[in-house]
C-alpha cells in the first residue's frame, strides 16, 4: 500500500505535542507517522464476571461484527484485526490489574472498547494513560466535561437519557408518572435529568421510589405504587428485579399493569424473556418503550452493520435484539472511527493516530460520505478526504470528546427484536437538563 | 513499557494487601479479634482520602455528591485515611465486646459489613451511593507519568516499611505477648490484670489505621472507589492469605498475601482464555481461594509458616549456691 | 393505614420462605453446633437443580420435592465428608465458620461456571389471586405459606411423637449425655443433616419461584433474613424460627411500606445485629442454651 518509508521513530514527540494539545486536532507531526508490526487488536472492556455479567458477552459482538467486515476488506494497512475480551469484573479495584495485564500482554492493543459503568472511573485513566484511544459507552455524567484526550463517547451519558424519558412519557400523554428505580448506578445517573425535566415540560413526578435489586417480594412498593395511580411507570432495574416486581404489580393491580418507560440498556434477551415470561407477550410487545440513544433502522450503515451481526456464527443468534440498541451500535461505529483513523494516519500506533479521529468523521467540502469501513478505505487510498456517518448518524464532539446523537423509542417485537416508533429530539433533550 | 505498568500495579496492589492484611493479621491472628467486616475500615480510609482531596462537588462539575470536599496537601490525606479506618475499627470494636461465641462473632461482623454496604449504596449524599467517587486526583499528577507511577511505588513502600515497624511494636514483645495471651485465654489474662476491653479497642484502632491506610493508597492510586469494590466477601480473600501464610506470623501472613494475591490470582489469569466463557478466569480465582482457605485448614492450620511463640531460657548467669 | 395491612399480608408470604429456610438453619445448628453458612449457596443449588427438571417439565411441586431431597443428600455427606472430620479434630469455631464461608464461595462460583451468570425463571404465575379482606396474595404466595405450615407441623410431628425426633431433641441438648444414653450419635447427626438439608432445599425451590427470576446469588441474598430470623427465635429452636420468620417477613414488609424501601433489607440486618449483642439467646432459647453462645 503505497510507500512504506521507515521514519525514526518520534512517537513520543508525537504524543507530547499531542498531549500538550489535548487532543486536538493539530497536524504538527505528520511527518512522523510510527509504524509496528504484526496484527493489531481491539480490546473489549466489560464485565464479563460479576452482577453486570450479561453485558460483557453482548458487547462483544459487535467487536465481532466491525472486524469481521474490516479484515474482509483487506484490514488496516494490510494487518488483521481482532477481538480481546478483557474482564472489568464490576469492581473497580480489582478491573485495574485485568486491564492493566492485558494491556502489557496483549500484541499491538491499538484500540479500546470501554463497556461499563461501575468502572469506567478507574479504567479509563489506564486505557488514558497508556495512549490507547478508548471509545466508552460508559453514561457516566462525570465524563460529561472530562479532559482525557484519548476518550470519546458517542453515546449519551445517564442524565441526558434521564431528561429523554420525560420527553417520550410527556409525548405520550403519561403526564403523572411514578418513577421506580432500582438503587444502581445508571439510575442514580438517570434520576436528575428526569427530575428535572419533567416539571419542565408540564408534567409531575407522582411517586419516586428506589428500590433495592433483587429481593424477595417488592409487594408493599407495588401497592404503594397502586395507590399513587400513575399513567406510567418510568422503570429502570435488572431482569430479575423488573420480573418480581411486575409479576406481583400484575397480581395486586387486577392484571393491570400500567405502560412502561425504561432505557434501551433493557434491550436485552434477558430483560424481554424474563418479562414475557411473568407477564405475557402482549405487555412487552405493546405497553414497554425503551427510550435512548437511538438511530435509523433503513440506512444502508444499519444493514450493513446487521448483516455482518448476522453472518459471524458467534453473534447470530442475538443479532436481531442487538442492532437496534445504541451502546453496542456506538461500538461498531466506534471500531470503524479508529480504524479510518489509522488508515488516514497511516499508523496504528495510538499515540499518532489519535489525531486523526475528529478528521475522518468531519463534514468538510469535497469529503465523500462513507458508511461503512470498506468504502471509507477505498476513498482514503483514492486520495479523498471522508465523513464516516455510520449507524448513529453523523457524529459531533464536542469539546470534551463527547458525542449525544439522537434519541428515540423502540419497542419490543414478539422474537425480542426492537422497532422504532419515534424520535426524540437531542437538542430538546440536552435544552432540558 | 505496558509490562512496567504492570508491574507498577502489582506492586502497588501487593503494598496495599500487606498494609491490610497485617491489619488484619493484628486483629485475628495475634489478638483473637474474629473482625470479619475488615473491608469495612478499607473502604473507611479510601472513602476519607477521596473527600478530602476531590474538593467541592462544583469544581468537576457537580456530578458527585459527598459529604466533605476538602483539598487537603500531600500527605495529609493518608493520614487521614488511616484515621478514618482508626474511627470506624474502634467502632466495630465496640460492637464486638461481648463475649459471644467466636463464630456468632463472626456472622455478626458478616453482617455489619453487608449492612454498611448497603446504607452507603443506597444514601448517595454520603458517598455518591452505587456511582461511588471518580476522579479522585493522584498526588504525583505533576510529574510525567513514569516517574509519578515509580514514585506512588516508592510512597507504598515507605508506607509497608514504616508500618512494619509499627506493626512489630504491637505483634511482638510485651505487647504482642499480652495479646496473644488474650487469644488464648481471656480470663486468664484479665485476672493478671490485664484491661481486655482497652487492649480490644486499641487493637481495633491500629488495625483500622493499618486498614485505612491500605484503602486510602489504594483509592489514590486508581483514582475511584464505589461499593462493588468493599463488597462483604472481600474479608475472606484478606482472610485466606492470613490462613494460607500463617496466621499470627508477621512473615507468614505476608507470605500469604503473596501467594494468594499475586502468584494464584493473578496467575490464574496468565490461563489461556476459553473463547465462550471469558469469565472463567476470575470464577476460577474464588474457587481456588475457597479450595486454599479450605485445604489449609484441614492439612496445616498453621499455615506455612508457623507463629513462632516465644521461647523462655533459663538465664545462664544464675548458679545455684553450693 | 390499608398499605400497612397489605404490607402485613405480603410479610406473611415472605416470612413464610425466610421461616423455611430459618427452620433447617437451625436444626444444623442445634444437632451439630455449626453455623453453617454454605446454606446459603446449597438453596441456589437446589433453585437450579429445579430450574433443570422443570425445564424437561416435570411439575413445579414434584421438581420441588425432588431438588430438597438432593439437596439433602449433599448436605449429608458434606458434613459426613468436611465438617465433622473439622469438628472431630478439635477446630475452632472461627475456622468452622471460614471454612462454611469458603465451601458456600466455592459452590457459587461453580454454579456460575456452569450455568452462567444469566438471571433464570421457572415462569409465569398461574395468575391466580386470593383476597382475604385487605390483603391480596398470589397462588404461589399462597402455596408456600400453605407448603410451609404443612413442613412445620410434621416437623413438629416428628421432633415431639417419635422416637427418632426424641432421640435428635436429646442430641441437640447434650450430645455426649445422649450417646451415654445410648442413642446413635453419629447416625442421628445424619438423619438430622439430610432433614434440614431437605428444607434448605425446599426453601431454595421456594425462593425461586417466590422471586419468579433469580441467579447465582439468590441463596447468598436470602441468607442472612434467614439466619436473623433464627438468632431472632433462638438458634436451635425450630419453632423460635418459625415465629422469627414471620416477624423478619413482616417488620421488612412494613418498613418498606413506609419509608424508602431501599432500607428494607437493613430492618433483618440490624434485627440481627441488635439480637446478638443484647440478648444473644433469642426470644426462646432457653438460658441453659446461652451457654453454647458465649465464649468458651
Known amino acids: ?433 | 513499557m505496558a509490562w512496567e505498568y504492570y508491574l507498577v500495579v502489582m506492586l502497588v496492589y501487593l503494598g496495599t494487601d500487606l498494609l491490610a492484611v497485617w491489619g488484619l493479621n493484628l486483629e485475628f491472628g495475634v489478638a483473637g479479634i474474629a473482625n470479619l467486616a475488615y473491608i469495612v475500615v478499607v473502604a473507611a480510609g479510601a472513602y476519607a482520602y477521596a473527600v478530602v482531596t476531590l474538593g467541592p462537588s462544583s469544581n468537576l462539575g457537580g456530578f458527585q455528591t459527598y459529604i466533605g470536599g476538602f483539598t487537603l496537601p500531600f500527605p495529609l490525606p493518608l493520614l487521614v485515611g488511616a484515621a478514618a479506618g482508626a474511627v470506624v475499627g474502634t467502632l466495630i470494636g465496640l460492637t464486638g465486646l461481648k463475649r459471644l461465641r467466636q463464630d456468632y462473632q463472626g456472622v455478626a461482623m458478616l453482617v455489619v459489613s453487608l449492612t454498611v454496604v448497603t446504607i452507603v449504596s443506597a444514601d448517595t449524599g454520603l458517598f455518591n451511593g452505587t456511582a461511588g467517587l471518580a476522579l479522585i486526583p493522584n498526588p504525583f499528577a505533576n510529574l510525567d507519568p513514569e516517574t509519578a507511577r515509580w514514585t506512588y511505588v516508592a510512597l507504598v513502600a515507605v508506607c509497608c516499611l514504616i508500618g512494619f515497624v509499627v506493626l512489630r511494636r504491637f505483634t511482638t514483645g510485651p505487647m504482642g505477648r499480652t495479646l496473644r495471651a488474650m487469644r488464648d485465654d481471656d480470663v486468664a489474662a484479665s485476672a493478671s490484670g490485664k484491661d481486655i476491653v482497652r487492649l480490644r479497642l486499641v487493637v481495633q484502632a491500629v488495625g483500622g489505621a493499618f486498614g485505612g491506610l491500605s484503602g486510602a493508597l489504594l483509592a489514590g492510586f486508581i483514582g475511584g472507589w464505589s461499593p462493588s469494590a468493599w463488597a462483604y466477601i472481600e474479608t475472606l480473600a484478606f482472610l485466606s492469605c492470613i490462613i494460607v501464610g500463617g496466621r499470627g506470623s508477621d512473615r507468614g501472613v505476608s507470605l500469604g498475601t503473596l501467594i494468594i494475591a499475586v502468584l494464584l490470582l493473578q496467575g490464574v489469569q496468565f490461563l489461556p482464555q476459553i473463547a465462550s466463557v471469558p469469565g472463567l478466569s476470575e470464577d476460577f480465582g474464588w474457587i481456588i481461594l475457597g479450595t486454599a482457605t479450605i485445604a489449609f485448614i484441614w492439612f496445616r492450620p498453621q499455615g506455612v509458616l508457623k507463629e513462632r511463640r516465644p521461647r523462655y531460657h533459663a538465664e545462664s548467669s544464675s548458679k545455684l549456691p553450693g | 393505614m390499608q398499605l400497612i395491612i397489605e404490607a402485613i399480608g405480603f410479610g406473611i408470604a415472605t416470612g413464610a420462605v425466610i421461616a423455611l429456610g430459618a427452620v433447617g438453619f437451625s436444626v444444623q445448628f442445634g444437632i451439630s453446633n455449626i453455623l453453617n453458612i454454605t446454606y446459603g449457596a446449597l438453596m441456589t443449588l437446589s433453585a437450579y437443580i429445579g430450574l433443570i427438571l422443570i425445564n424437561r417439565g416435570v411439575n413445579a411441586w414434584a421438581a420441588l420435592a425432588l431438588s430438597a431431597v438432593a439437596v439433602g443428600v449433599v448436605s449429608v455427606i458434606y458434613h459426613r465428608i468436611l465438617l465433622a472430620p473439622l469438628v472431630r479434630r478439635g477446630t475452632r469455631a472461627i475456622a468452622m465458620i471460614i471454612v462454611t464461608v469458603s465451601a458456600g464461595t466455592i459452590l457459587q462460583y461453580v454454579i456460575v461456571a456452569i450455568a452462567g451468570p444469566s438471571s433464570q425463571s421457572y415462569g409465569e404465575q398461574s395468575g391466580q389471586t386470593f383476597h382475604f379482606a385487605d390483603l391480596t396474595l398470589s397462588f404461589g404466595q399462597v402455596a408456600i405459606i400453605v407448603l410451609t405450615a404443612v413442613l412445620m407441623f410434621a416437623l413438629h410431628l416428628l421432633l415431639t411423637r417419635t422416637t427418632l425426633g426424641k432421640a435428635m431433641r436429646a442430641t441437640s441438648s447434650n450430645r455426649t449425655l445422649a450417646r451415654s444414653c445410648g442413642i446413635a450419635t453419629s447416625r442421628i447427626s445424619d438423619i438430622a443433616w439430610f432433614i434440614s438439608g431437605c428444607l434448605c432445599g425446599a426453601a431454595g425451590v421456594a425462593l425461586a419461584i417466590t422471586t419468579v427470576s433469580f441467579d447465582f446469588s439468590l441463596g447468598a441474598l436470602f441468607l442472612i433474613p434467614m439466619i436473623a430470623a433464627a438468632v431472632l427465635g433462638g438458634i436451635g429452636q425450630p419453632y423460635g424460627a418459625m415465629l422469627g420468620g414471620l416477624i423478619i417477613g413482616v417488620s421488612s414488609e412494613v418498613a418498606a411500606a413506609v419509608s424508602n424501601p431501599n432500607y428494607k433489607d437493613v430492618v433483618a440486618f440490624v434485627i440481627l445485629i441488635i439480637v446478638l449483642l443484647v440478648r444473644p439467646r433469642g426470644l426462646f432459647g432457653a438460658a441453659w442454651s446461652s451457654r453454647r453462645l458465649m465464649e468458651g
Open chain 1, 1 to 433: 500500500m503505497g510507500s512504506q518509508r521507515t521514519w525514526r521513530v518520534s512517537a513520543l514527540v508525537g504524543a507530547t505535542a499531542l498531549v500538550a494539545a489535548c487532543g486536538s486536532s493539530s497536524p504538527s507531526s505528520s511527518s512522523s507517522a510510527p509504524t509496528q508490526s504484526g496484527n493489531i487488536t481491539a480490546g473489549v472492556i466489560a464485565p464479563f464476571t460479576g452482577p453486570a455479567a450479561q453485558f460483557g458477552k453482548l458487547l462483544s459482538a459487535p467487536c465481532f461484527a466491525a472486524t469481521d467486515l474490516i479484515n474482509k476488506a483487506g484490514g488496516i494497512l494490510g494487518k488483521t484485526i481482532s477481538c480481546s475480551a478483557i474482564d472489568d469484573t464490576g469492581d473497580p479495584a480489582d478491573a485495574v490489574p485485568n486491564v492493566t495485564r492485558a494491556i502489557a500482554t496483549t500484541t499491538n492493543l491499538d484500540m479500546a472498547l470501554g463497556l461499563e459503568s461501575n468502572t469506567a472511573a478507574t479504567t479509563v485513566p489506564l486505557v488514558n494513560d497508556a495512549k490507547i484511544p478508548i471509545i466508552t459507552t460508559n453514561g457516566l455524567v462525570a465524563f460529561t466535561k472530562n479532559t482525557y484526550p484519548y476518550y470519546w463517547r458517542l453515546t449519551p451519558s445517564d442524565d441526558a437519557n434521564g431528561a429523554a424519558f420525560a420527553v417520550w412519557a410527556v409525548q405520550k400523554g403519561y403526564k403523572n408518572v411514578a418513577v421506580v428505580f432500582q438503587n444502581g448506578i445508571g439510575s442514580e445517573g438517570n434520576l436528575p435529568g428526569l427530575t428535572s425535566a419533567m416539571p419542565k415540560l408540564g408534567g409531575s413526578l407522582g411517586l419516586q421510589l428506589t428500590i433495592p435489586a433483587d429481593a424477595a417480594s417488592y409487594s408493599s412498593e407495588v401497592a404503594r405504587v397502586i395507590n399513587a395511580h400513575p399513567d406510567a411507570l418510568i422503570w429502570s432495574a435488572d431482569p430479575q428485579t423488573t420480573a418480581t416486581f411486575m409479576s406481583e404489580y400484575k397480581q395486586l393491580n387486577n392484571g393491570v399493569i400500567p405502560p412502561m418507560v425504561t432505557a434501551t440498556d433493557s434491550l436485552t434477551p434477558d430483560f424481554f424473556d424474563a418479562l414475557k415470561k411473568v407477564v405475557g407477550v402482549t405487555y412487552v410487545t405493546q405497553d414497554v418503550y425503551l427510550v435512548g440513544s437511538s438511530f435509523s433502522q433503513t440506512t444502508a450503515a444499519f444493514n450493513t452493520y446487521k448483516t455482518a451481526l448476522q453472518d459471524d456464527s458467534r453473534t447470530s443468534a442475538i443479532a436481531d435484539v442487538l442492532s437496534a440498541v445504541g451502546p453496542p451500535a456506538s461500538e461498531y461505529d466506534g471500531i470503524n472511527i479508529l480504524a479510518l483513523a489509522m488508515v488516514m494516519a497511516k499508523s496504528t500506533v495510538g499515540s499518532y493516530y489519535n489525531q486523526f479521529v475528529t478528521k475522518v468523521i468531519s463534514p468538510k467540502p469535497g469529503a465523500v460520505v462513507v458508511s461503512n469501513f470498506a468504502d471509507g478505505l477505498a476513498a482514503l487510498k483514492a486520495g479523498k478526504q471522508i465523513q464516516y456517518v455510520g449507524v448513529l448518524g453523523p457524529v459531533v464532539f464536542n469539546q470534551y470528546h463527547n458525542s449525544a446523537g439522537q434519541f428515540a423509542a423502540n419497542v419490543f417485537n414478539p422474537d425480542g427484536s426492537a422497532s422504532r416508533v419515534g424520535s426524540i429530539s437531542g437538542t430538546q433533550v440536552l435544552g432540558l437538563l
